[in-house]
């Protein structure tokens, strides 16, 4: 069995400020770990993944999140925020075929 | 890129209705999924497809079907729609090339009102 744990529902910020969206895990098998981000009223786009090798991956637009199997984490970041990146970020497990979804993080970007 | 299109953005239907919610893919993948996302309870799959004709329950398959005839097409079906299942419907596809490890793509989602 799987399980994501997105330790925060709602996480507000101020603009060029950082954040971390934090993600746990739970798997009993090797996993795969994704990011999605949900902008308002359209479904949810991939942000990044990680599948093997460096254990830091990056997006196109700023965000990174780093694999860390001794904490069972994959936690986001990114070093400074726009108000474009106001979303909902789900973090997803696979390891057994279907993946398992976090109950989503909104981030919520003030000026 | 890939495409997911759900037929509907929003739907407004009766209690009791049989409700189709429909939903394409052009990047002949062989996996689609549909899932409801509710506030705070994020995304729960309700049935997913790895081919045509196949089809796997998911966590919540309660009070649906689905129905793959082709590859590209998969549909989700309340049978007797009730009140609680309101919600936004997302339909997804991946790529099986390796079996796992593939990320999935999205409709937009159809929101849907039971009245």
């Known amino acids: 069995a799987q399980s994501v744990t997105q330790l925060d529902s709602q996480v507000p910020v101020f603009e060029e400020a950082p954040v971390e969206l934090r993600c746990n895990y739970s798997s009993s098998v090797s996993v795969y770990l994704f990011w999605y981000v949900q902008y308002p009223n359209q479904g949810l786009q991939l942000l990044l993944k990680y599948l093997s090798g460096s254990t830091l991956v990056k997006s196109i637009n700023g965000f990174e999140a780093e694999f860390n199997k001794s904490q069972t984490s994959f936690h986001l970041r990114k070093p400074s925020v726009h108000i474009s990146d106001t979303a909902e970020y789900f973090c997803?497990?696979?390891?057994?075929?279907?993946?398992?979804f976090g109950r989503g993080t909104s981030l919520i970007v003030h000026p | 890129d890939v495409k997911v299109t759900q037929s509907s953005r929003y739907l407004v239907k009766r209690t009791g209705e049989k409700v189709f919610l429909e939903c394409v893919q052009d990047?002949?993948?062989?996996?689609m999924f549909w899932y409801r996302q509710d506030p705070g309870l994020g995304l729960r799959l309700i049935y997913f497809?790895?081919?045509?004709?196949?089809?796997e329950k998911g966590d919540i398959p309660e009070g649906y079907s689905v129905s793959r005839e082709k590859k590209e097409r998969f549909s989700l079906i309340l049978e007797s729609a009730s009140t609680n299942q309101t919600s936004m419907y997302l339909c997804a596809s991946s790529w099986a090339g390796q079996r796992y490890s593939q990320p999935q793509h999205f409709g937009d989602g159809t929101r849907l009102s039971i009245l």
């Open positions: 997803a497990v696979e390891g057994s075929y279907i993946p398992t």
């Open positions: 990047m002949d993948h062989e996996n």
């Open positions: 497809s790895y081919d045509v004709k196949m089809k």
